[in-house]
């Protein structure tokens, strides 16, 4: 069955330097919603969208900002970064709310 | 808001054994309750999930247990497996919202 995929897989960046995560939802699910993991933690909603709207926001820094596409692919872009941003970054799909969040594999990014 | 606790950080088994894995949380608005499995390197894994209109659900060799008067959740695995070997999150979201809030993590190690 088809996954959520992320790219890239790892991204090394320097900081100030800007960022972009993509994120390609299962086919006919309509809300992707974006997480950070720092190392041993849970991880932490960030903002998610419902029909390329956004919907819900949590814990974004000003920093960070996302979309939806019409394709209903996501991209989380990231600027001014800072090594506290070092995490893995998870976009997750599901179909309606209430439903269960599918996760893709994550983003690793380093910021040196 | 909503916060989501575990009461072990670590759980060792022996192979064969019943794991049990639990979960407190403070929101008793809570409505939708999901268990993930999290293998290192790789996104949240859905196991099973559970509304606030049941308070047991069974899968295969895992079951869930919802206790709404005390906020608690739990986890059991039966007949444990070296590949259960992993981190175990509760994650549970209001009625009305789509947003999962994680717990943390529980890490269980299951030794042959």
């Known amino acids: 069955a088809a996954g959520v995929i992320q790219s890239p897989r790892h991204l090394i960046k320097e900081k100030r330097e800007t960022a972009t995560l993509k994120c390609y939802p299962i086919p006919r699910h309509d809300t992707v919603y974006w997480y950070q993991q720092g190392p041993g933690q849970d991880p932490q909603f960030l903002i998610s969208f419902y029909e390329k709207m956004q919907s819900d926001k949590g814990s974004i820094p000003d920093r960070f900002s996302a979309q939806q596409f019409s394709d209903y692919h996501s991209e989380l872009n990231m600027s001014s970064l800072e090594l506290g941003d070092s995490a893995l970054y998870f976009c997750a799909s599901s179909y309606g709310r209430n439903s269960p969040l599918h996760f893709g594999n994550g983003t690793r990014l380093t910021v040196t | 808001g909503e916060s989501v606790g575990l009461h072990l950080p670590t759980l060792s088994v022996q192979e064969g054994d019943n794991s049990i894995i639990n979960c407190a949380y403070s929101?008793?608005?809570?409505?939708?309750f999901i268990w993930y499995k999290q293998e290192s390197g790789k996104g949240p894994q859905f196991i099973i999930d559970i509304r606030s209109n049941m308070d047991k659900r069974q899968g295969q060799r895992v079951t869930v247990l919802l206790n709404k008067t005390v906020k608690h959740l739990s986890l059991q695995i039966a007949a444990t497996q070296p590949g259960d070997s992993a981190v175990y999150f509760c994650a549970v979201t209001p009625l009305g919202y789509s947003t999962l809030t994680f717990g943390k993590g529980t890490m269980l190690l299951v030794s042959p």
């Open positions: 929101n008793s608005a809570s409505d939708y």
